[in-house]
């Protein structure tokens, strides 16, 4: 039985519940993979039926938000969070046709809505996809978390607590809430200016393409290493190229636009959304130095203009805006091309077990704003980057394509240093 509303929903997650339509729901998701094989886990033996459904549910529960749900109030009064009974996680069984089958199941997981009155995260535990493995899935609404808040979900799922805390950025440290007015005007100029006509916007069709891939982080540091920049500004260079060179447009067309979101968070890890973003060209030119340098100058200017600020400003618009006004907002947005695609990057999770089986790797999968059909995340691990692509109404060949061009380009221009360096995709 429910109690009465426990807290208002701040701006932030009113704007992501508003922006869900029919058939575009706004779901995050994580998928954790467990390898309980001979080779790396030496005591593994059959568990106990429905123990870790049992272990992983009870933690879920020890969450503060697990059972919130959403009491949806008149147009112009803020919904709120009212308490109620926790959902437990669910047995899947999957043919044993590997990871593909198991990004698939998953991408249907998330083109589906939440019911009304429900919790706003659904778990899973899932076997079958591939001999002694087993994944551990979670979609949650954008509403109830964002990515930074569901990695510090997952770390309290597993055995004591894995990997480093959540990544901060220089825009969550700098800046305060300083001018975002200026950013504001930054956004708005930016809609006068339509991006990229490219496949990556258009209508949103109902189902939900995951795609997933991994590079060794010795080949980023490595780039690093040569003061190319940030690990950050390197992938954002190596989305931009590799998406250029698939799409098929040349060195001379207008850079693809990113919304990069940053994490504003200053004290104690909550539930909720607490972003910023900065509006990324991603550069062009015939070499990948070139693009880096531009993509490099670009993020420092978009922050010190307090370009963050801005976007959390609009965030703070719906709570006096009529609830279609942000769900406008952004399908102008989308057909104006202000962004062609979404790119987050994040800290996640360097290793642990859970009860004893060790985790072999983790993808997180972000939403689809309208009109824009590609959300790309980047983990970042303690030996790799985990990168999971979102997508919609793009075809199979071309994020496949996608893939390969990155690896070959990160190969490339790595090796342009040090011919030693050759690596596969994960």
Known sequence: MTRAASRSLSPQDSAFLALERAGAPMNIGIVAIFDASAERHASSRPAAPGRIEGLVTERLHALDAAGWRVQRRALWEQHAWIEGAPPALRPVNLPPDGEAALFEWFGGELGRAFEPGDALWRGWVVRGFARDQFAVALKAHHALVDGVGGLAWWRRLFDGQIGAPAERTRASRQGGASRPARGVARILAAALRSGRATPLNGPLG???CLTTLALPLDLLRALQRRGAGSINDIVLALIGASLDEVLGDGPAARPLRALYPVDRRSGKMAAGNQLGGVLVELGTGTSMDERLSSIR????SSRRAAHS??????????TWLPARATPLI???????RVFNLVCS????PSGGTLDGVPLRSVFAFGPLFPRTRCNITVLRGAHELNFGITSSQIPRAVLSAFSETLVTRANTWAAAGDPSIAVEAG
Request: without cysteine; positive net charge; glycine residues 14%.
């Open 309 to 318: 600020q801005g976007v959390e400003a609009l965030g703070r618009a719906a």
């Open 345 to 348: 990057a994040l800290r996640g």
């Open 297 to 300: 100058n670009e993020t420092r």
């Open 330 to 336: 952004f399908s102008i947005a989308g057909r104006k």
């Open 206 to 208: 109902p189902e939900r």
